[in-house]
């Protein structure tokens, strides 16, 4: 019974060629619909996870101090408690440079999650304190296997990124905040990057506040030097999050760069001392020179935010007056994301089909003369001889 339907439906697809065409798009449209639904239904579940009624997220900020808090004070008074970080190799492939001011409880953290990272890469540590008063001395008196630079005042995260990074001896330079927590891939995901391109100046990661939200997926700029953090506030799950790209610039909480680019370049400029816009400068730098900024999906950071700040309100400051030295350094700067438009139709906008395509046609001319490149998704109804002519006819 089987057998002879099977032969009833190969002897009509012989018969009528157009029947097999008509089931293999309507079967292409169908898989379509599912994983775009699919995709759009796990998105939704995930904004309305992060939009349901939770702690805000101040509440989760002071949550996770008082919990670091606690951390910080059983390991100072545990005297069998240490970090012990493996002894630092003559050539280590990354530097990871870490500037310190006080809030020594989240620098313990921020230590705990790079000890499995340096077990698997060799790299070494170089701590930046800048004189802090709390009890960030304490607890560096219990880590070894690290370079430990204390300063006489507080250099703040410009100077004592470039002090640090004036002793590093890695090819890969990683600059990270004390109140940043790497996960597991964030740098080896980031080293990969750059043993597999040429072009590539600095990686910068996803940033998470302590809600579970995105601090940032990148970085743009606008022609004013105003900088914006990408996704923010929307959920890790968001499919742009997802996608490795290029972007202006990303932040200094993880920037992982080249050594020999870094001094090449003369390090953060100290024109923006003490801090803020310095990495977006040196990314636009990197770019000047043919270098590329990428944003890595795979490099997922924890990053509490204003962690070493002594108040929001006075980096917020600081970090306007600090947009008037990069506007003045790179006017009418022009970002490098991509400007596209995409159009979903039912088929491709052929004259001859009549209806509503000419006007579409005629449409994605005018946005091809504005320089805006122009791509169409057809639903429905593409045929080979379509596909062969669209690109050549500026559709594709």
Known sequence: MLRRVRDQILLALHRYPNTYLWLRTRYRAA???????????????????????????????????????????????????????????????????????????????????????????????????????DQTQALFSKVSGITFLPQQENLHFLRGSNVGASHAKGKYLLFLNSDAFITP???????????????VGAIGGKLLLPDGQIQEAGCMIYPDGTARGLLRHEAPSHPAAQVLRTVDFCSGAFLMTSSELFRSLQGFDDQYAPAYYEDADYCVRLRKQGFCTIYNPRAIIEHFEYGSATAKNSSILLMQERQKIFASQHPNYQSVLPKKVLIIDERLPYSRYGAGYPRTQAIIRALQELGLPTSIFPLFHLDNDDTATASSRGFC
């Open 31 to 133: 898989v379509f619909w599912l994983q775009w639904n699919i995709g759009a239904v796990r998105h939704k579940l995930a904004q309305m996870q992060a939009q349901a009624p939770h702690p805000s997220l101040q509440e989760r900020k002071r949550a996770q101090e008082q919990r670091l808090a606690t951390q910080l004070t059983s390991f100072l008074e545990d005297a069998a408690a240490r970090i012990q970080f493996p002894t630092t190799p003559e050539a280590p492939l990354v530097s990871i440079i870490l500037v310190t001011y006080n809030r020594a409880e989240f620098t313990l953290e921020c230590l705990r999650r790079l000890v499995p990272e340096a077990l698997s890469i060799p790299l070494e540590l170089i701590v930046v304190d800048n004189c802090s008063t």
């Open 185 to 199: 891939a964030a740098i080896r995901s980031s080293v990969d990057i750059f043993s597999s391109e040429t072009n």
